[in-house]
């Protein structure tokens, strides 16, 4: 199977609402794409690397992180005691999200390892899509938040 | 004396997943944050059971295990690993590795206390015991024939699995005791969400199933907004717990 044959669209949105679904009883919808450079946020990443090379980033506006946090803890957002605990939640997020993607890539025979997930947070900056093989770019809304889900892949470490 | 689970993951909002799933039981849990702490923690504490993450830093979940299979004090602890990935290479190297069961994130408490009530019975934490960080059963109290439930002032999900959780046994006890009526006392609470809106019908559900009349109480602001949602709707509300006393 060629790389460029990798349903990467249907997975990463399949792996996406399932782990909103299924962590956060939030139901996500897709939407345009949007301007999220200017807005402060937090990145969950995570690696790939073997047989293929690739990076999965989840971006969440501050307001969402919060709000995705106090779900997956069960918390009010007003209990939520430092920045730790959103970044602790937002890499699990990523690594669930990768975890998924990385098991479809294995089983097409792409196999790779996951990386532990990073943090990266602030605003004024934009992640660029060049060199790789197939990407993916998913913006999703819940209530009043967005998401963006991104996923970058090419052959070979 | 309940069981003892050592949980060993990086990941500290796994750790208290995990811990929020066993809140209801009479269950000691020990936390971990990589295998070389998870080895160190089995081997002092003598853990009943070990829900173990794989990819950690430091030392992963499969070098921990297979140092624990070194042990003749630890290998026999049962262990069910929890994993991002579902591929099959992954799920196979996990079942060669020995474990009791696996776990593919994402997972609800539920699917997770399904997996060790497969391995060893959990025993539901004493009703009338007091219990740590709001256990479910200090909102219940009999008052005559009747069975008081009172909604705390903030509804947080924490509440609600214990509310819900000990709602069935409750009810178990109260029909098995000839108790038919019951009061929901939602005085104390000062605005709708949808929580509380679920943890209602939960109730009502499962009360009326169980032959259990149940009256609602609400203040006047709270009974005006219940009104004004579909699934609530249709519920009587009394604006005293004297009021529907004497419903009854």
């Known amino acids: 199977m060629e790389l460029a044959a990798f349903d990467l669209p249907t997975f990463l949105r399949g792996a996406t609402q399932e782990v909103f679904d299924t962590m956060l009883s939030m139901e996500l919808s897709e939407q345009a794409s949007q301007d999220l450079c200017d807005t402060n946020r937090i990145v969950g990443s995570v690696s790939l690397a073997g047989k293929i090379s690739g990076t999965i980033n989840i971006h969440v506006t501050d307001p969402f992180a919060h709000q995705i946090t106090a779900n997956m803890l069960g918390m009010e957002l007003d209990e939520i005691d430092s920045d730790e605990e959103v970044h602790d939640v937002i890499g699990e997020l990523s690594n669930m999200i990768g975890g998924d993607l990385k098991s479809r890539l294995c089983d097409a025979g792409f196999t790779c390892e996951l990386s532990i997930p990073s943090i990266t947070s602030g605003k004024d900056f934009c992640i660029e899509s060049r060199g790789w093989a197939v990407n993916e770019r998913v913006y999703f809304q819940y209530q009043e938040h967005i998401a963006l889900i991104e996923a970058f892949i090419k052959n070979g470490g | ?248």
Do not use: C, W
Not at chain 2, 51 to 69: F, Q, R, W, Y
């Open chain 2, 1 to 248: 004396m309940g069981l003892k689970i050592l949980t060993v993951d990086d990941s500290k909002t796994i750790r208290m997943i995990v811990k929020k799933a066993f809140r209801p039981y009479d269950v000691q849990i020990v936390e971990g944050e990589n295998g070389v702490e998870g080895l160190a923690l089995a081997a002092k504490e003598k853990p009943d059971l070990i829900i173990l993450d794989i990819t950690m830093p430091v030392m992963n979940g499969a070098e921990m295990l297979a140092k624990m299979k070194e042990e003749p004090d630890l290998k026999n602890i049962p262990v069910i690993m929890l994993t991002a990935e579902a591929g099959k290479d992954n799920v196979m190297r996990i079942v060669q590795l020995g474990v009791k069961d696996y776990m593919v994130k994402p997972f609800k408490g539920e699917q997770l206390i399904e997996r060790v009530t497969n391995i060893m019975p959990l025993t539901e934490k004493k009703a009338d015991a007091p219990a740590e960080e709001g256990g479910g059963s200090k909102y219940f109290s009999l008052d005559g024939d009747i069975q008081m439930l009172a909604v705390p002032a903030k509804i947080l999900r924490p509440t609600i699995v214990e509310v819900e959780t000990q709602l069935k046994p409750k009810l178990k006890e109260m029909t098995s005791g000839g108790i038919k009526k019951m009061i929901l006392d939602l005085t104390k609470i000062k605005e709708t969400n949808v929580s509380l809106i679920k943890l209602i019908i939960t109730i009502l559900d499962n009360s009326q199933m169980a032959g259990v009349k149940v009256l609602t109480v609400a203040g006047a602001t709270l009974g005006k907004e219940l009104k004004d949602f579909q699934e609530t709707g249709n519920i009587p509300i009394h604006f005293s717990v004297d009021d529907a006393k004497a419903a009854f």
